[in-house]
């Protein structure tokens, strides 16, 4: 048994470093590429497509690199939801994990979902669904803000999208589909979510449907001035019965170091909910 463990230690070691010299050679490869700029770029085993560099390097360095998304499986072949797809990493990602891995990406800004389809051909990944909706708490259409990276997002009525803009950006209308309604006919091993403010709205939905999940990631944004959103999403997942664990995702935020009131694009605070049974 020791001797497994061990050989099981010293390959993540290996990926580890492998995973870090391929970043490596990104952040060079992509170093001064303006932001914005759609383009390619192969480093390691990976080919990627890319609509802004830096966003790119940000998802990587997270999920391939901190793995932040990964979770513990004793299965060979996991069924995972990875809500939030955008150009395809983490799906790629849990391939090379797990090469026999159910994936389903969600992710339905029309430029991401095109680039999302041609980097899993690219990297010889042909089993992954990819469902061009957006996870909700309904079935039908809503209003869209693309931004030509990776903050795209639902628009609900009460947003100030004046301060939603960018170079590339475009708002759009995309078809949705409710969370709760996979949650209810399949058993997921993981599901992950990087939905851009919809993930309490969609959890606190899903309810009891939660109880047919395992493994649950979110990258959380949090509005300083709603708070209840997160303190209902955590209260969601207490009564699911899952063990909880809250990270800061990116700058922390204390009293000294508060966040501004300027308009922008990018949330106050992220947070990294990582939620699981035993």
């Keep these: ?26 952040e060079a490869k992509l ?3 303006p932001r914005y700029q759609p383009g ?19 998802a990587f360095d997270v999920i391939v690199v901190k793995r932040w998304n990964d979770f513990l499986c004793e299965k060979k072949a996991p069924v995972i939801l990875d809500g939030g797809a955008n150009i395809g990493i983490s799906a790629i990602h849990y391939k090379q994990l797990f090469p026999d891995a159910v994936v389903t990406s969600f992710e339905p800004d029309p430029r991401a979902c095109g ?39 639902v628009i609900c009525e009460h947003d100030a999208v004046e301060e939603l803009t960018s170079p590339s950006a475009k708002y759009c209308d995309v078809e949705t ?4 309604d996979y949650l209810a006919s399949t058993h997921f091993d993981l599901v992950k979510l990087d939905i851009e403010s919809a993930e ?6 899903c309810g009891k449907t939660l109880r047919n999940v395992n493994n649950l990631v ?34 922390w935020v204390d009293l000294l170091h508060q966040p501004s009131n ?9 947070l990294l909910v990582s939620a699981w049974r035993y």
């Design 1 to 26: 048994m020791r001797t497994v463990l061990s050989l099981v230690k010293s390959r993540l070691r290996e990926r580890a470093n492998q995973d870090l010299a391929t970043y490596r050679e990104l």
């Design 31 to 33: 170093a001064g590429v």
């Design 40 to 58: 390619f770029v192969a480093a390691g085993n990976w080919q990627l497509h890319y609509l802004d560099a830096t966003s790119l390097l940000s």
């Design 115 to 153: 680039v999302l389809r041609r980097n899993l051909a690219a990297n010889n990944i042909h089993d992954v669904e990819v469902v061009e909706k957006a996870l909700w708490t309904s079935k039908g259409r809503t209003n869209f803000f693309s931004e030509g990276a990776d903050a795209n997002r």
């Design 177 to 180: 589909v409710r969370l709760a």
């Design 200 to 205: 309490a709205e969609v959890i606190v939905d």
């Design 218 to 251: 979110i990258e959380f944004h949090v509005t300083s001035s709603k708070p209840h959103e997160l303190a209902r999403t955590l209260q969601t997942l207490a009564e699911q019965e899952f063990h909880v664990s809250v990270c800061s995702y990116g700058p």
């Design 262 to 270: 300027t308009p922008k694009i990018e949330f106050d605070q992220y």
